[in-house]
């Protein structure tokens, strides 16, 4: 902190060591751990005075494609077919289809993007239109949507900034189709591709 | 013959009545506690705010009218703010220049007779005020260097008025249409539409109506009054079964909103039966940005009901001038028109208010408010003449009378001591308030009623231009006021915590005082410099021996230090009608050196026939004197030294008196402890009075 | 070290001596250069960083920014070999530009297009099963001047070989795996649906196809340029048994019948990228 006089010795003064150590204390104490803004030069500081993760962290994973317990192993055996899950498995609602387990980040500003690709078998969306639904939760907290995604294959990005407290932290994806009607085929009814996420976490 | 000695072991501070303690003081100045041996030491003087520097940028050469001190993180951001020549600056020393950034211009530059601008920091926002100017906010981080003063934004404190209504387009009755009106809009949803979305009933020959208002959010999170509503949009379907989606154009804030919100009616059509004046929640749009907005919230997913009219009003006050936090509200007095009465806002929201809250004072002979200070489970509210108490919770809060006839004018001389309550300056002594209302009777004590002559002096007139603050690291209220007619402060009483006493100081021009995080008193320039030469700005109150600088051919040079009197209690040594004679004063001093220090006296009240004896040596008298700076080599055998208790003795060639007393007047250092007088008294006694 | 120790101070008593005098303050030269230890927990404020006003690129996190925009227009025909040499695959927006990029930073590539699909007729080898018909738009770059682009890490050119066949006289199938196409957007030619009975085939209308890639460095390159390209048809299938690595979502580089069967036109191109520190 800045300081001023603490100690003054006149001329004639006696030679007193409680004085000196007063004035030479104060600046001491300042040097060590006490330098603040008010005894640094301005605009000198770069990336080599800084500390790993003193203002944040990036996080990259690449997570392959959707691999849940209700893969149909009937499905991908012909040109157009993926191997993934179908209505002989699923019948509708959420289904987590990542997790990832984050750590190193303090508490601050999340900035998330989930990309991949969607595949989506829309051969009956006359009579049930077909449509992907994805949702990313962070900590359990729903943080971003995407609503409804009619088109039979696609690639699209999910982006999200929150708030968040330090880790460790759990990110999840949940996606889901509609539930079956009438008329439907076995095929797989959709999948992900590609997964890939970016985490930035900021804190200063 | 006797010879006896009167000795006082421990110097108290100053007395101003008649008669005096033996240990009191007639004139005690500039001096403070010296924490080692408990005496009093005048090492004081103060220096520029920048050390070392050769100009006294930035500061301009006015006076400081105000300052104010924030910090966080236990001072390692700090930051001043100042106001001179009716510009209020931040003080931005943390660059490799120290320079000064515009908060905010043309302001009023206060009168004698006014006290300066007010301040308060709530959560991060830092308000003021000044009852005249916009009452208006700030924050103080993030801050940049390189972009000047873009950091700093002044926000305005409360709504100012109502939003501007929103207007409602109207919908195209026939979608086939390929031509829309200018102010009509044709977003439809089908009758299955599965999602539901869509205003109106998607009937035909049904009257649909729909209102709007909206209501700004500002970054503090408050949300203003609600606007005014818009017009009504009304449709009946000739043929089609759908619902719309209407566009409503929103108005645009001013810099501090970061959000609008949109409410509206239920559909009032005559075939609904829902009242067209409860307005819902639709949306709120988070930006400051887009000018209209597309509803398309079914009347089934609207949601809580709005504010009433009367949650939420335009700022009360424009021209308040004072701030009070307690129990989490903003209180604010309703300015110099209007000033028995007291605002108070929503809690942890400064800038929103209801119609409601609002208290009224009491009785006129109190006067009007000046000041407001929060303390323990209460709020004082300090009137000319009286002080009232706030109590309660919001928003049921209660003001009381207090004390009657105990008023000030001094605003920001209130403050919290340790040990003492709340002190203030007021017309005739320096009052404390010590209460706890749940436990006990409240204390309000005048402080100095031993110190009549100085307050016979105080300018009443421009008593709002006196300041204090209480030091930790000082361990002393000083609070500087105007005597003798002064519009300036020019004298200052302090009181020190460890000896229970007071002191006070002259030659220190303080017209705002702050203390920081460390505990060192800053204050800025009572008066304008009357060149540039001279000293202006801000200075720190520290063990400099100086009094400040000034720039002296082309140079900064440091002026001569202050003066340091002190004068005994007039003694009477036992009994005032004995004639005695003085042969000794001896000083208990802590050596101090080769300083000397000469001694004056004085007898039976006289002020000009004073005698004087021969300077003396702070060193002990019958040892080998201690080593000094300027005479002393190193490495001879010579060995670090502390002030030693010693006394000194010197010798008073007095005429018989009745009273004694001894006078120091100096520049150089010294610790003086207590004292003795040696004297005889030969049994003379006074004699007859005079007549006529 | 950066803590200054007062190892003999002055004290009652103790002699006047230029070497403990001097001593007292050595210790502090010994002490230089400052380092954490000396800085008071938040003393550090954004002006003594070494910021940079117009653009944001200190290095301190973000390292470098850009961006490219292309108007001009390109058509791509679909590839009509079943086997090696394939139709070559188009350039859509070439990029040239100097960039380091460090071992452990962070680079994250952003791209947009126009495009429009059209179809004369939907034939071989597209049916009513093959739900999935696209184009890829993927992503390359050039490590050294002038020299060869190549796909950027995990990412294909959809000429992999990735499954040899068994069928004697069989065609091998060659395109890209799942795990080969970080860098990759799909754009979808066709809508086939169910329709009262019978299977029809919707060409996808006029979009606009978003990608991006991110990847942290794991050894120093130096970029001369980012490319996007195009080929197509794919369709998708399950590599049940793929030349390399587990069976796995994959997408086969089909033969059309005539190279104007299926075209995709691109427009207007963006592409943006950022390097950022890790931490």
Redesign the interface.
Known sequence: MKKWTEAYPRDNAIVDYKQFNQGYNAYKSSFNGGIDRTMTPSETFDKDIVKDKAFHYIVIKRRGDMDVPQTDSTTGTTLGDFRGLSYNTYGGGWLTVDEIDLTGMKDGMMHWEFSSHIYNNVYHSDDNPKSVSIRLLFDGLEVCSLYQVPDPVITFRMVCDFPYTASPNKATVQARSVSPSDRENDKCLFTLLSMQHLFIGRWR | MNDTNNKVDVLKGLFEKYPQPADSLQEIVNWEVDPYTGGWTNKIGYEQYKTGASTFTPFGQQKIDSLFYVQRHQGAQDSILFEQGGILYHLNDFVSTIKKEVLSEDRTIPLSSEVGTQYCQVGRFILYTNGYDRPSKTTLWPVTSYVSSSYLIEYPLGFDSLPPAPVVWGVEENPASALVGGDKSSIWFYLFDPSGKGLGIPETDKENKYKYKVTFVNHAGAESPLSTESNTVEWTLATLTIRYALVVEIPIGSNDVIARRVYRTKNFGKDTGNDGDIYYFVAEIPNNRDDFFIDDVPDAALGSEAQNDSDSIPFPSMKCRYFGLYKDCLFIDGGRDNDLTLYYSYPAQPDKYAALSFITLSHRQGGGLTGLFSYFNHMLIFREYSIDIVRGDYPNFKATNLTQYIGTTATNTIVAVAGLGVVFLSYDGIYRININLDYGNPDVDNLTPHLQDTFQKLNKDSLCKATAVYSKKRREYIVHFPIDGSPVNNYALVYHTDKGSWSTREGIPAGSLIVNAGGDVLFGMNDDAPNSNEQHGIMVLSKKRAAGSSIQGGTMTDNLPLVSTMRSAWLDLGDPAVKKKIHHVYLFIATGGDQDIPLQYYMDFNYNSQERTTALRQQRPDFEDQVVYDKVQLDNGKFWEEPLITTIRYDVHSAACSHFQWKINTQADVIVIGYAIDFTSAGMRVIQGKKL | MS??N?TN???????????A?NQ?FTE?ND?FP?N????????????????D?NDGK????LVAADEDQNNSSISISANTEQEPPFISSTVIHTWNFLQIYATNQ?M?VYWQFENEVSANSYGS?I??????V?WPVWLEWQLSSGGAWTPVP?QSDFEDLIQTTTTPGGYDIYGAS??N??A???V?Q??????SAT?DYDTQPART????W???ADQNYVIYGLRLMCRGLL????N?NPDVGS???SW?LVPSSASDAYTITIDASHIAYMI????
């Open positions: 803590r200054i007062n101070p002055p004290g009652r008593g103790k002699e006047l001596t230029s070497t005098l007292v502090v002490a400052m954490a230890e000396n800085v008071r927990n938040e003393g550090l404020d954004q002006p003594s960083f070494d910021l006003a200190s290095g301190i996190i962070i994250r080898p049916d009513a099963d093959t739900n999935a696209t995990n799942s795990d196409t970080y990759t957007t799909f979808s066709v809508y086939i649906h169910r329709h299977t196809g978003y990608g991006s991110i990847y942290k369709i998708n299938f399950f049940d069976p796995i979502n086969y950022m520190e890790e931490q």
